[in-house]
């Protein structure tokens, strides 16, 4: 029997949600386990090893210092295998390594094998699992809501922020540090092996689809037709956008950094309580979550270069409020310009490299700029240390960092987009 209703009264097929979005999904919870395991749980892990082994706090913080370093030197090699092998292969041994690298934190008997764990399996999985891997994925799944895409999916940073250090101080605390090292991996292992081995796909075309889920091909369409191949690094060394992307990114991921490591104590030195200074943290982790889901909206809406320039007034704006440290009102203020400034840099900076470099070679530039923002990373927050030596004040710190905030945003003009 036919169906005579006429074509307008029958009812719409529902259009099958974009494979994309799942993507979104492995970005978001690989980078909430990496982020949560290695960075945020950090100072979790060496408390029992630092009892355990009577370890000095310099030694104790040689783990991370040689995860960064490794890393920082393995980045342009593993940006560019990205972008010559199967990402979620490159992805699935980033999360084995990480797994396994609990497994064997676990089986120490000398503090001095901490750093050597870390640097083995902890870097190579913290490259990997971080903004390089989920910016290249979504890059290439997303062209018209790529900013919306990398900035949900960079809101697992925080989630892993959030959910993982309590997790393993319970496991602490409910066993020993070895039991719980192990229970960790295996946690580790137990999400990240099937989400990526099930979800995670590399290019649209892949699933017989195309970018943001269009029913014909784009000039990105994860097809081939993705922008221009960087074969050599001397190709994207000469590249203005670089420089001035990398020199952009790094003022303000130095100022953020240099603003976490010694928040506390410039604002129990500014008449704050340890608890009004614990709540500042609190609250640029919250405001964090906001702004990357802000600002990854409004990356596909306006110029990217603005979405930059907005960071990091936001962000001097909140190194204004800690300068005018004369109420508690100005700290938390402070704070929250902070956390929104702060939530922008991932989204905005991945969609922008996307735009300026197309996705052909999207990983191995991030690779290679990857170590060029390092040592700004490295170096602000022991700078600002210097300062308050010498001076007695954060204050002086504060006014560098405006000013080469300032002078970032007087280089976004350089910075010339593809269309």
Do not use: H
């Amino acid at each position: 029997m036919t169906d005579s209703r006429p074509e307008s009264s029958k009812p719409l097929a529902r259009k099958p949600l974009f494979f994309g979005w799942w993507q979104v999904l492995v970005a978001l919870l690989v980078q909430a386990v990496a982020t949560g395991t290695i960075a945020y749980s950090y100072s979790v892990v060496v408390v029992p090893l630092a009892g355990e082994f009577e370890s000095s706090r310099m030694t104790l913080m040689l783990g991370m210092t040689t995860m960064t370093l490794v890393g920082g030197l393995l980045s342009p090699w593993l940006g560019a295998s990205i972008d010559r092998f199967s990402l979620k292969r490159m992805m699935l041994i980033a999360a084995i390594s990480l797994g396994v690298g609990f497994f064997a934190l676990s089986l120490i008997n000398g503090i001095w094998q901490m750093p050597l764990i870390y640097a083995v399996f902890m870097s190579l999985s913290s490259v990997i699992l971080g903004p390089l891997a989920a910016s290249t994925l979504l890059a290439r799944w997303f062209t018209k809501r790529r900013g919306l895409a990398m900035g949900l999916a960079a809101m697992g940073t925080s989630l892993g922020g959030f959910l993982f250090p309590p997790l393993l101080q319970f496991l602490i605390d409910s066993y020993e540090w070895r039991t719980a090292f192990r229970l960790l991996g295996a946690v580790v292992l137990l999400i990240l092996v099937p989400l990526i081995g099930l979800l995670a796909t590399d290019w649209p075309a892949q699933r017989q689809l195309f970018a943001d889920g269009d029913d014909c091909a784009t000039p990105e369409d994860g097809t081939g037709n993705t922008g221009p191949r960087y074969d050599s690094v001397r190709a994207i060394m000469r590249e203005r956008n670089f420089w001035a992307i990398a020199m952009v990114m790094g003022a303000l991921f130095s100022t953020y950094s240099m603003l976490l490591s010694n928040l506390a104590p410039f604002a129990i030195g500014s008449g704050a309580s340890a608890d009004q200074a614990a709540l500042m943290i609190s609250i640029i982790a919250v405001m964090g979550l906001i702004g990357k889901l802000l600002f990854g909206t409004i990356a596909d809406r306006v110029d990217l270069r603005f979405g930059l320039a907005g960071s990091a007034t936001l962000l001097a704006l909140g190194l204004l409020c800690y300068l005018n440290n004369e109420s508690v009102s100005f700290l938390l203020a402070g704070s929250v310009l902070v956390g929104l400034a702060a939530g922008g840099m991932l989204p905005v900076w991945g969609a922008l490299m996307a735009q300026a470099f197309g996705v052909s070679s999207y990983g191995r530039v991030m690779g290679l700029m990857n170590p060029i923002i390092m040592p700004f990373n490295i170096l602000s927050p022991p700078l600002a240390g210097a300062i308050f030596d010498r001076t007695g004040s954060y204050q002086l710190t504060f006014i560098v960092f405006s000013i080469m905030l300032l002078l970032a945003v007087c280089t976004l003009p350089l910075i010339q987009l593809r269309r």
